[in-house]
C-alpha cells in the first residue's frame, strides 16, 4: 500500500519537535507528561480483567502516566477496548444462547480464528456482556471480577484518563493501538478517521497532546499522519512483518524495520517504537537477560522513543533467574522489578507493564540507584 506523502505536514510533526534535555536530549516531551513513561497495558491487567474501566482506574491508581486502549470496531463503527476482534476469551458472550449462530470462523491477518467478532454485534448488543479474565490459570484472583465489567467505548475510556487527570492534578495520557487495521478496512469499517475524529473532539491537538497512537502496521499510521500531528508510535515484532506489508507483497519485514536505516524511515511519520522487549535484551539459551542490542541507541541516533513492551509479574513471563516461589507456578510472581532495572539501563523512554504499581516503583527508584 502506497501513501503519498506532505513534506509540510512531516516537518512540522516530526523533524520541528522539541526534545526533553531530562531524557539525555532524546524524546519528544509530551505536555504535562513526564519523560519516562509507565503505560498501563491494557490498563493494570495483572490485577483485573483487561480492557476494563475497572483496570484502566486501578493502573491510574497505582501510577501510570498512560494508559492504553486497544481499539477494534462493532457492527454500527463503534470503536471499543479490546485486544482482539474475537471475544470469546474476554467475555461471556460464549455462554449467550441469544448469541450462540454468530459463532463462526474467520481469517484474521491470514490466521483463521474461530469465535465470537466485535463486528458482528452492535454497541448495544456487546454492552450486554460482560468481561472476564483471559489468562485465569496466570491470574486467578482475577476471575473474582468475572461477569462485572463492560466493555468500555473509546470515549468511555477518555472520560475516565480527563476525569482522573483532574482528580489527581496529573496528566493521564492516553496509548491507543488500531488492532488489524487492514481487516478492518477490507470489511467497510476503518478505524483511523473515527479514531483521530475522535481525539480531536475530546480535546486532543498538536504534536505535545498527551496522546500516542500506535499500530503494528505501518501504511495505517502513515495515513494517521495525513489526517494528525498527534504523536504516533510504530509497534514492532520481534519476527515476522506487518500485515499490510504482506498483503502488498512487501518483503520487508519487522526486523528491516528495526534496523539503523529502517527506524530513520520511521521518523518520517513517528516519534517512536514500540519494540517487543526481546528486541532490546534478548534473552540467553537459559532463558535468562542477555546483552543489549544496539535498537535503543540506533532509535535515538533517530530522535525516536523506545517503549517496549510487556512487561509482567508471573513466573512464566520472567528470565529464568528472576522466577521466585516455585518457578513453573503459572500464577507464581516474581522479580519483575530487577527486570525493569535491567531494561531501564538501556535507556528506554518507558515500557508497557501489567502492573503499573511495580512499574512505578522501580522507575522511581531508577535514578536513585543509579546515583549510588
Do not use: C
Not at 1 to 8: I, P
Not at 24 to 31: M, T
Request: aromatic share 8%; hydrophobic share 40%.
Amino acid at each position: 500500500m502506497k501513501h503519498a506523502w506532505n513534506a509540510a505536514l512531516v516537518m512540522g510533526a516530526v523533524a520541528l519537535t522539541p526534545f526533553s534535555v531530562q531524557s539525555a536530549e532524546i524524546g519528544v516531551k509530551q505536555a504535562q507528561l513526564p519523560d519516562k513513561l509507565v503505560v498501563g497495558h491494557r490498563g493494570a491487567s495483572a490485577l483485573r480483567p483487561e480492557h476494563t474501566l475497572a483496570a484502566y482506574e486501578k493502573a491510574i491508581e497505582d501510577g501510570a502516566d498512560v494508559i492504553e486502549p486497544d481499539l477494534v470496531s462493532t457492527k454500527d463503527g463503534v470503536l471499543v477496548a479490546r485486544h482482539e476482534n474475537e471475544i470469546s476469551g474476554t467475555t461471556d458472550v460464549s455462554s449467550k444462547p441469544e448469541f450462540a449462530y454468530r459463532k463462526t470462523t474467520k481469517t484474521i491477518d491470514n490466521v483463521a480464528i474461530t469465535g465470537w467478532f466485535t463486528e458482528d454485534f452492535t454497541l448495544a448488543e456487546l454492552k450486554t456482556l460482560r468481561a472476564k479474565e483471559r489468562i485465569p490459570a496466570n491470574r486467578p484472583a482475577n476471575t473474582a471480577y468475572d461477569g462485572l465489567y463492560e466493555i468500555p467505548t473509546l470515549q468511555e475510556v477518555i472520560g475516565l484518563a480527563q476525569r482522573k487527570s483532574k482528580e489527581k492534578k496529573r496528566t493521564i495520557g492516553l496509548y491507543a493501538e488500531t488492532k488489524h487495521p487492514s481487516y478492518f478496512q477490507s470489511i467497510g469499517l476503518p478505524m483511523e478517521r473515527r479514531l483521530v475524529d475522535t481525539l480531536h473532539a475530546s480535546g486532543y491537538h498538536g504534536k505535545n497532546a498527551p496522546v500516542f497512537i500506535q499500530s503494528f502496521e505501518v501504511a495505517n499510521l502513515k495515513e494517521i499522519r495525513q489526517m494528525t500531528d498527534l504523536p504516533i508510535v510504530q509497534l514492532l515484532s520481534a519476527a515476522g512483518k506487518p500485515e499490510d506489508f504482506r498483503l502488498a507483497g512487501d518483503n520487508r519485514t519487522y526486523a528491516d524495520i528495526a534496523s539503523a536505516s529502517g527506524l530513520f524511515e520511521v521518523a518520517t511519520y513517528a516519534i517512536g517504537i514500540g519494540p517487543e522487549k526481546n528486541m532490546v535484551i534478548p534473552r540467553d539459551a537459559n532463558n535468562n537477560l542477555g546483552t543489549p542490542t544496539a535498537l535503543v541507541k540506533n532509535a535515538h541516533a533517530a530522535k525516536l522513543l523506545v517503549h517496549p513492551y510487556t512487561f509482567r509479574p508471573e513466573n512464566p513471563f520472567l528470565p529464568t533467574n528472576l522466577r521466585l516461589g516455585d518457578p513453573a507456578s503459572p500464577s507464581q510472581r516474581g522479580n519483575l522489578a530487577a527486570e525493569l532495572e535491567t531494561f531501564l539501563k538501556t535507556g528506554i523512554d518507558g515500557f508497557f507493564t501489567d502492573d503499573p504499581a511495580i512499574g512505578r516503583a522501580a522507575l522511581d527508584a531508577f535514578p536513585k540507584k543509579v546515583e549510588k
